[in-house]
């Protein structure tokens, strides 16, 4: 009997080969008897009880037909956005793990406190520069490519900064890192928005939103938590991430399938990029330096807010000449994106300022460890999966978003202007309170912001216009961060004169970030503890002032219906 030949081996993509077909059974009727149990008419996977499917809250007033096939089509998305959502996780809590180990950092690797604010805010910084390049990018690009080449960098900036060795390199990396953060936090928004159609978004922006949010506020803890785990400490808050997005990478190269209109001549407009970029980093630079290298009335703050002016109005000359302009101004100048650039005044400095200056409040002020202090932020994170996980269901069934935005605004500026009155004599039971409203108005206005400006836009566009946003959202929360710093610095040193003397207030302020308020002892430790409790009181009061801001921005916002197909004719609303 002649030898049998060996068989083929299979493709290595033949994992491709099988999706399709399966897609393909999934997609074509089953004959009766025959097939998967799970699978009614259309090939919908509903489970052993069909009828239970009507019962979700995403489906109710449908037909069993429409919900089967509705249940189809979010599986397949969700296989395909879990990639999204896994760097989207990852991406933001690496923004605010080191919140709570940044004194652990600068004991070990030294640095004054200008370089501890600029470890946090480099990474923001470069967060914010890079996001509307990497949403044009998309508009002009194969997202997949652009998105791949973001979590790169990403994991790249994470694994330097575990090595970092002085002051100087961790800002440098911190840099890296968050121009890839930048890079794949916006591509998640824009893929998201090219796959599902607006109607449809309000659910998957419930998930994006939820951990989002999840990730800004929950960072400290996690952070505390590593620290105090002895094998593993500070370094590894930056390397945690990087095995989570080797598996997303992965993810993103199996089960993501974009293109870009080959027809269209790429074209990008690096003098916009820029202009905006150098005005954002001196508007920080300024931001970090008044009130302490200069005054607020001095030499040196008139020419910095005086090239901001310059280069601002550069950039709209520029943008106005340029072929493919960074962020179109028939864009940046709807109603719908402009007034949701105003809302983001609000909602930018709570989402990041609050996660920040809420630790002091609880270690300075209160005594508790870094970890006791991560967990005291849980109602707020409880609120922020609530919110924004309902609202998306409801902004799925009923189509209508500005509801929610109006009552989340609402939620904010309530919550943080009560938030004005807590001072040292507050039971923590109070502002866990406040914190579990400002979560509910954070999970409901905070991306379905960005839904209003996507579903006011054609396809095309949609990368400049969700960058835009995000673009100005980062930048009002990082200078919310330093006016905040500002007035908590402030309040602080004014307690403690009042309580201790100036000379004893001047002492204090010039020690290190890293001081020891245990070791004070005494009176001077109760007065010091309770200037940092008495001073959230005005600091969470000025983000209540800036979320009644966004409030009425968001009421002039056009009560739009989100429309039910990806793309639409025109440029803006």
Not at 287 to 298: N, T
Request: aromatic fraction near 10%; include cysteine.
């Amino acid at each position: 009997m002649p030898e049998q030949p060996a068989p083929r081996r299979r493709p290595w993509h033949d994992w491709q080969l099988r999706r399709s077909r399966r897609e393909r059974e999934e997609a074509s009727p089953q004959p009766d008897g025959g097939g998967d149990s799970r699978t009614e008419g259309g090939g919908a996977v509903v489970g052993k009880r069909p009828e239970n499917l009507l019962k979700k809250r995403a489906y109710r007033g449908m037909s069993l037909e429409e919900a089967q096939a509705a249940e189809a089509a979010h599986r397949r998305r969700m296989r395909m956005l879990l990639a999204l959502f896994m760097t989207q996780f990852f991406g933001m809590l690496s923004n605010t793990i080191i919140g709570n180990v940044m004194p652990v950092i600068v004991a070990e690797i030294g640095g004054t406190q200008g370089q501890y604010a600029w470890v946090m805010t480099s990474g923001i910084l470069a967060n914010t520069i890079t996001t509307p390049i990497a949403g044009k990018f998309a508009d002009l690009l194969n997202k997949k490519y652009v998105y791949t080449f973001g979590i790169g960098i990403f994991m790249l900036g994470s694994m330097l900064c575990g090595i970092a060795w002085s002051p100087e390199s961790l800002i440098a990396f911190r840099v890296l890192q968050g121009i890839g953060m930048g890079v794949q936090v916006t591509l998640s928004q824009v893929i998201m928005a090219t796959v599902v159609p607006p109607r449809e978004r309000g659910r998957y922006n419930g998930y994006m939103g939820a951990i989002f949010a999840v990730a800004t506020v929950s960072g400290p803890l996690v952070g505390g938590l590593i620290v105090d785990i002895p094998f593993l400490g500070w370094r590894w808050t930056y390397w945690i991430v990087i095995p989570f997005m080797a598996i997303a990478l992965f993810t993103v190269q199996r089960r993501l399938v974009m293109t870009r209109d080959l027809g269209r001549k790429v074209s990008v407009d690096y003098l916009g990029a820029m202009l905006i970029s150098t005005s954002a980093t001196v508007l920080l630079l300024w931001m970090s330096m008044v009130g302490r290298q200069f005054e607020w009335i001095s030499w040196q703050s008139g020419a910095m807010l005086g090239a901001v002016a310059v280069l601002m109005v550069a950039f709209g000359f520029v943008e106005a000449a340029a072929l493919e302009p960074l962020i179109p101004l028939d864009i940046l100048l709807g109603r719908t994106t402009i007034l949701a650039i105003a809302a983001n005044i609000g909602l930018g400095t709570a989402m990041f300022g609050s996660n920040v200056y809420l630790g002091q409040y609880f270690q300075y002020g209160l005594g508790y460890s870094p970890a006791v202090a991560g967990l005291l932020g849980l109602p707020m994170i409880f609120g922020i999966v609530a919110a924004s996980t309902l609202t998306g269901q409801w902004i799925t069934r009923h189509g209508r978003w500005k509801r929610y935005v109006v009552a989340g605004m609402i939620l904010l500026t309530v919550s943080f202007g009560l938030a004005w009155f807590v001072g040292a004599e507050t039971p923590v039971i109070v502002m866990l309170f406040l914190l579990l409203l400002g979560g509910l108005g954070l999970g409901a206005a905070n991306m379905n912001v960005i839904l209003a400006v996507q579903n006011s836009v054609g396809l095309a566009n949609m990368g400049a216009a969700t960058s835009a946003v995000m673009f100005f959202r980062n930048l009002f929360g990082a200078v919310g961060i330093q006016l905040m710093g500002l007035v908590y610095g402030l309040s602080v040193e004014g307690a403690v004169t009042k309580r201790l003397g100036p000379v004893a207030a001047e002492e204090l302020a010039s020690a290190s970030s890293s001081l020891n308020i245990d070791a004070l002892g005494g009176s001077t430790e109760e007065a010091v503890r309770a200037a940092y409790a008495d001073a959230i009181g005005p600091t969470f009061g000025l983000i209540g002032v800036m979320c009644a801001l966004g409030l009425v921005a968001v009421l002039a916002m056009p009560a739009t219906r989100l429309r039910d197909t990806v793309d639409t004719a025109g440029p803006g609303e």
